[in-house]
């Protein structure tokens, strides 16, 4: 969450560099942006709230600078909470990820020494501790000190006027140094560095980063100066633009049948190593949140149905309170496609703390999960920068998939299935099938509810559709397990509401269809995403019938129907929904 980038070089036209960084790292958090750079002896500042597409810099020439877009926590969405914030000296410039969980208490200590805030934020309060600490020592030794003392997970980037430099500190948020030649940049990650170097530096927690004339790493907990690993990314720059694409979103659904098919391709140590710790493991966790926490739950119904395994299943932030059972016995999957979300880093480091194997599966090269785990899973499906989360989400199904049936030896099975999935998408979106979620999505979109059901593994699916429907179109949308609805739900559905009915040809079809009678029975209208058609259903979307892969086209349709609402709504910017930010680096 939020964006940080920085550049220090020979180039005159830090800020913008920074402005193109920042661009790139905007799904990161849209509320507000801002630019500090040096120039002519000060420290001059750009800010303002709203989006930055289509931004121009009115900062003057300079060789270093810092940025910052940022998704709100503390304080509102002003141009004053807008970071960097200065010091009262406005000789240091600070910008922040994270959340400074005992800044009221700081803030009462700095007032009380005469440091003035101009901000709601609890950002400010580092950049005056380092300023009342660097009055006694160096610039990198107030910014220690002053990391020392914040409570929460957080990275610091910090502009000094008077060193010329760009001092950074992070626990938790991630934080990387690309090396160019004569050059330095610092990013919350690889996609704003990409286009102007491929190595990059990995800052570990506790690192202070000091980016001058050369490139320092202090460990701050031994005191001792260390040698960059440097990784190269190769990752192609290009792949991360819009194309013929109107929204990235878009962009990303239509990427879906290569990237299914090249899971379909996956090697067999590469599934493996997965499985055999899933077969060691004396209970398994499966974590992510949001989309992939979706992916965990197919994951549970899929690894009972095909492998015949019991694994767990937990959204991250939830974790926490049924950690205490783990043994040193117990596997804890992370599945993530960043690779930083917080409340998944967490369960994994305290399941490594007791002694748990973990394992993960991602899309983050590099990321901080992707370094913790010895046993990895790279889902390969390129940047994905609509914050709505579409082709991470089928690659992380199509993985899953994967697993459970190499677990019978019957990986070449599951493979034959993603290719028949691959298939089945491209079907669906040819501009036949498509046309028909466009009408659908004219006909709803006057709509305040909708209602969803499925059972088993297609409850996974109901409940991910739900989440696209309130990401993109902001409609009310709430998934329900088919059984459940007579459980008390049914009490809302009344003449007109609109049920989709997620009804696969498995064992689950005669009972969901059963449930779509109830709800029609009510006066309810049935849309039907079936390989079957049936009469209960009012309007009808075809999927193939392909085992426990029909969970891919079932999606695919619920991400495409979930889009065009948002387009017939005039939702402005799909790849950007309200309040949210991809990369969820704080609790
Ligand atoms: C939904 C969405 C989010 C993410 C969630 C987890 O469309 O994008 O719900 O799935 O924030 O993110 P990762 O997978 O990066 O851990």
């Not at 899973?377 to 989360?389: P, Q, R």
């Not at 089928?394 to 899953?400: G, K, N, T, Y």
Request: glycine share 8%.
């Amino acid at each position: 969450m939020c964006g940080i980038f920085g550049y220090i070089g020979k180039k005159d036209t830090a800020a913008p560099i920074i402005l193109e960084g920042l661009k790139l790292l905007e799904y990161r958090g849209y509320d507000s942006w801002g630019i500090a750079v040096v120039t002519n002896g000060h420290i001059e500042i750009q800010k303002q709230i709203g989006k930055i597409e289509g931004v121009q810099t009115s900062l003057p020439k300079s060789s270093i600078g810092i940025g910052h877009t940022r998704w709100a926590t503390h304080g509102g969405i002003t141009k004053i909470n807008a970071h960097p914030h200065f010091d009262c000296t406005k000789q240091i410039a600070l910008l922040h990820n994270g959340i400074i969980e005992n800044f009221l208490d700081l803030k009462k200590e700095l007032l009380k020494k005469g440091h003035v805030f101009l901000s709601e934020t609890d950002t400010e309060v580092a950049v005056h501790l380092i300023e009342e600490y660097a009055k006694t020592t160096s610039l990198s030794n107030a910014v220690e000190k002053c990391f020392k003392r914040l409570k929460g997970l957080n990275a610091l980037v910090v502009l000094s006027l008077l060193t010329n430099e760009i001092i950074a500190i992070k626990v938790g948020s991630p934080l990387i140094v690309g090396i160019g030649k004569e050059e330095y940049f610092i990013s919350s990650d690889p996609i704003g560095i990409a286009s102007h170097t491929k190595n990059v530096y990995f800052v570990q927690d506790n690192q202070l980063i000091q980016l001058g004339k050369t490139f320092e790493i202090r460990d701050c907990s031994s005191g001792l100066y260390i040698t960059p690993t440097i990784t190269v990314i190769d990752w192609d720059y290009k792949s991360s633009l819009k194309g013929k694409y109107k929204h990235f979103v878009l962009k990303e659904i239509y990427e879906q049948p290569v990237i299914i098919t090249q899971i379909a391709k996956y090697g067999k140590e590469d599934v493996q190593k997965l499985t055999n710790e899933i077969e060691r493991a004396y209970g398994t966790f499966i974590v992510g949140c949001g989309s992939a926490s979706y992916a965990a739950l197919y994951g549970t119904y899929l690894f009972s149905k095909v492998a015949k395994k019991h694994i767990n299943f937990s959204i991250g932030s939830e974790f926490n309170y049924l950690e205490d059972y783990l043994t040193k016995k117990s596997l804890v999957i992370g599945i993530s496609q960043s690779g930083e979300t917080i409340d998944v880093v967490e369960p994994l480091s305290k399941a490594l703390k007791k002694g748990s194997q973990i394992a993960v599966i991602t899309n983050g090269l590099g990321s901080t999960m992707y370094r913790l785990a010895d046993t990895k899973l790279f889902l390969n499906a390129g940047v994905e920068k609509a914050v709505m989360s579409t082709k991470a989400l089928i690659a992380m199904l199509s993985v899953l998939l994967l697993c459970a049936y190499s677990f019978e030896k019957k990986q070449n099975e599951g493979s034959l299935l993603l290719e028949a999935a691959a298939k089945d998408v491209k079907r669906i979106l040819s501009v036949t099938e498509v046309n028909k979620i466009k009408k659908l999505a004219k006909k709803l979109a006057p709509r305040q509810h909708i209602y969803l059901i499925g059972r088993g593994l297609s409850y996974a699916a109901v409940l991910e559709i739900t989440l696209k429907l309130k990401e993109a179109a902001y409609i009310h949308a709430e998934g329900f397990a088919g059984g459940e609805l007579k459980h008390g739900s049914l009490a809302l559905i009344e003449k007109g509401s609109v049920c989709i009915v997620v009804a696969p040809n498995d064992e689950t079809y005669a009972s969901i269809i059963s449930n779509a009678q109830e709800v029609k029975a009510r006066g309810g209208y049935i849309i039907g995403f079936s390989p079957i058609d049936n009469q209960v259903f009012d309007y009808f979307l075809k999927t193939a019938d392909l085992k426990e892969a029909t969970i891919i086209p079932q999606v695919v349709i619920g991400q495409l129907l979930a889009y065009y609402l948002a387009i017939e709504k005039g939702v402005k910017d799909p790849d950007k929904p309200r309040n949210l930010a991809k990369s969820v680096t704080v609790k």
